[in-house]
T-cell receptor, first 109, second 116 residues
């Protein structure tokens, strides 16, 4: 049973911001939102995680709604190397990660 | 920092033979390592969780006698696919968590196993 729902795919132009949505309406109070991405034929890469507050690091920003039922991963200036499958995962601090189908982001020149 | 390596990156073996895949955390000690399997055009499926010095915990449907996991040190876990068959051909990926209180997992580059 999926804890998150994501669109199947989206694309954006190189240099523009990529906003990747995720719904997690059944998230519980102690569960975090994690984002990972997988470039073709490679292992996944950790991007960011958050609990309630918005988070930013050198890779991306994570915006979590006040009710925590949805979030958006923002890549501020997408490049061709950001083309990948992005996974939004919900889980506890020490829990195992359950990967869904993710969203395929295609960055076009 | 937080680099995880896997060896080999790809392997071809004959049906009925066993294959060992190594997963190493290069610049940190990993209390917990995870093994995943990914079939073409599908998502990652967790196979098992291993903690250093204890037996691995396998996910439902994963045969522990077929997929032997050893986590003998804080920097090394191995997955042995015993008596491999063509249906075991897949992309095997390991990940490591730094400590029990950190949230992110760091993944290896994966091992492509082809059983002929």
């Amino acid at each position: 049973d999926a804890k998150t729902t994501q669109p199947t795919s989206m694309d954006c132009a190189e240099g523009r911001a990529a906003n990747l949505p995720c719904n997690h309406s059944t998230i519980s109070g102690n569960e975090y939102v994690y984002w990972y991405r997988q470039i073709h034929s490679q292992g996944p890469q950790y991007i960011i995680h958050g609990l309630k507050n918005n988070e930013t690091n050198e890779m991306a920003s994570l915006i979590i709604t006040e009710d925590r039922k949805s979030s958006t991963l923002i890549l501020p200036h997408a490049t061709l190397r950001d083309t990948a499958v992005y996974y939004c995962i919900v889980g506890g601090a020490n829990s195992k990660l359950t990967f869904g189908k993710g969203i395929t982001l295609s960055v076009r020149p | 920092g937080a680099v995880v390596s896997q060896h080999p990156s790809w392997v071809i073996c004959k049906s009925g033979t066993s294959v060992k895949i190594e997963c190493r955390s290069l610049d940190f000690q990993a209390t917990t390592m995870f093994w995943y399997r990914q079939f073409p055009k599908q998502s990652l499926m967790l196979m098992a969780t291993s903690n250093e010095g204890s037996k691995a915990t396998y996910e439902q449907g994963v045969e522990k006698d077929k997929f032997l996991i050893n986590h003998a040190s804080l920097t090394l876990s191995t997955l042995t696919v015993t008596s491999a068959h063509p249906e075991d051909s897949s992309f095997y990926i390991c990940s490591a968590r730094v400590t029990a209180t950190t949230y992110e997992q760091y993944f290896g580059p994966g091992t492509r196993l082809t059983v002929t």
